[in-house]
């Protein structure tokens, strides 16, 4: 498990993962942080038929992290009993966003 490096704006600080090549202020110019921050989940759900190399359930959700405006979809490892509005932390494993809880007052 590692850390979930995103893309931010030099121009307006608007974040995105994945990389887009340029941003929707118009700017072409990027560096890379590390997301520090957890999310709050804005949806979720279960996919019960998922895409060819999943396993089901495939649990789903998209988390918005305030501070860089950013949105990630990322997938829901584990026995969490997540809804809208639980706050998550988002790492890259192998390609994909993984979410896990934020334990209460963490990352505040």
Same mark, same amino acid.
């Given at each position: 498990?590692?850390?979930?490096?995103?893309?931010?704006? %030099?121009?307006?600080?608007?974040?995105?993962? &994945? &990389?887009? !090549?340029?941003?929707?202020?118009?700017?072409?110019? @990027?560096?890379?942080?590390? $997301? %520090?921050?957890? *999310?709050?989940?804005?949806? $979720?759900?279960?996919?019960?038929?998922? &895409?060819?190399?999943?396993?089901? &359930? $495939?649990?789903? /959700? !998209? /988390?918005? @992290?305030?501070?860089?405006?950013?949105?990630? $979809?990322?997938?829901?490892? *584990?026995?969490?009993?997540?809804?809208? *509005?639980?706050?998550?932390? /988002?790492?890259?494993?192998?390609?994909?966003?993984? @979410?896990?809880?934020?334990?209460?007052?963490?990352?505040?």
């Amino acid at each position: 498990m590692g850390s979930l490096r995103i893309q931010v704006c %030099r121009s307006c600080g608007r974040g995105y993962y &994945p &990389p887009k !090549i340029r941003c929707s202020c118009g700017s072409r110019d @990027f560096y890379e942080v590390e $997301l %520090r921050e957890p *999310g709050r989940i804005v949806t $979720l759900t279960t996919i019960y038929v998922p &895409p060819m190399g999943f396993e089901p &359930p $495939l649990r789903v /959700a !998209i /988390a918005e @992290f305030s501070k860089h405006g950013l949105k990630v $979809l990322g997938r829901i490892d *584990g026995d969490y009993s997540l809804r809208v *509005g639980d706050r998550v932390w /988002a790492v890259e494993n192998n390609g994909v966003v993984v @979410f896990s809880p934020a334990e209460s007052g963490e990352g505040e």
